[in-house]
């Protein structure tokens, strides 16, 4: 499985994938876990969000359990940030077929649609749309850096953007979801174990600060003239990190668009977006308000216009307790309990239905980026820790 998807939307220069919703390597993702879904006899299902679904047994049976992930990346992300989640789904399922499990629930493996939200700039939009965390209008609204409305891009990917919305009746088949996913900094590494279970995801969001000022000739106008808008939007990276850095939290600028975006004009525009997470909601607020201010007054210092817009949030997770305690009791009750700073389906489907997270060791912590990397021999730790919480869920014992 592994091998078969290495190809898929991996850019040749930076070595990263390129795999954003409702592109190519998108539909060929899908087309990949369609034909694993049917090759294990499972039935295929596509949800009104664009959602995928393998079943085994009768979805209408009720409490199924469901595990899974994404397969699309950030820009020039890495392989195992959403995919090792899938595969070692459909790797857990084959496990436990091996193993001659009998199964008394019916039990589900996805793959969410736009986790990443890498090209319409909203993270888990599949997921938000089936909970009823994104309203209809709102996603007919979200727009790529083309111009191209989210129900344009599905519509020309060849699927059905006017039945998207809320879909409670299939989120209360699932009596449990599982996510395991590639951990995305070193606090398992540093445990020394192969395999972990998530505690909570911190609170986390995205904030659009446009900047601005006047275009203008860059070798001719003098500087005490210029309404320059890349100055206070570099004053404003710094309060960034300074203002998370008092706060133990973290930020990030880590996307800018320019206008006209010339080497020899003053910019007009300078978009750039903020990035921002910690532990807990106060600290969080904090660090928002604080970077604000800064660029308030960095802006009017230098006569920009500036305009901030949360373009999306989502409060801090913190997994149920009962299914956390039902995971560390099948995989012992030494295997780590970890939080995380980065966010996951599993996050949002928690306010719908239990939810749990386990977590495979990442050597280096990095992640989003072409450099991320698990040892075989930890993913495969993964995928029996998964198949053991699968039979401890829905088989017979
Ligand atoms: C998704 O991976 C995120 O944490 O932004
Ligand atoms: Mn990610
Ligand atoms: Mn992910």
Redesign the pocket.
Known sequence: MWRDLAPIGRAADSGGYRRYAWTAADADCRAWFKAQAESRGLTYELDRNGNQWAWLGDPAAGGAVVTGSHLDS?PDGGAF??PLGVVSSFAALDELRRRGAEFTKPLAITNFGDE?GARFGLACVGSRLAAGQLTVDKAYELRDADGITLPQAMERAGYDPTTIGPDPDRLARIGAFVELHVEQGRALDLTGNRVGIASAIWPHGRWRFDFRGEANHAGTTRLADRRDPMLSYAETVLAARREAELAGAVATFGKISVEPNGVNAIPSLVRGWLDSRAADQQSLDTVVAGVEKAAREYADRHGIDLDVVRESFTPVVEFEHTLRDELARILGTDTPVLGTG?GHDAGILSASVPTAMLFVRNPTGV??SPAEYAAEDDCLAGVAALADVLEGLACSS
């Open positions: 950030v940030d959403g990443e980065a992640s989003h």
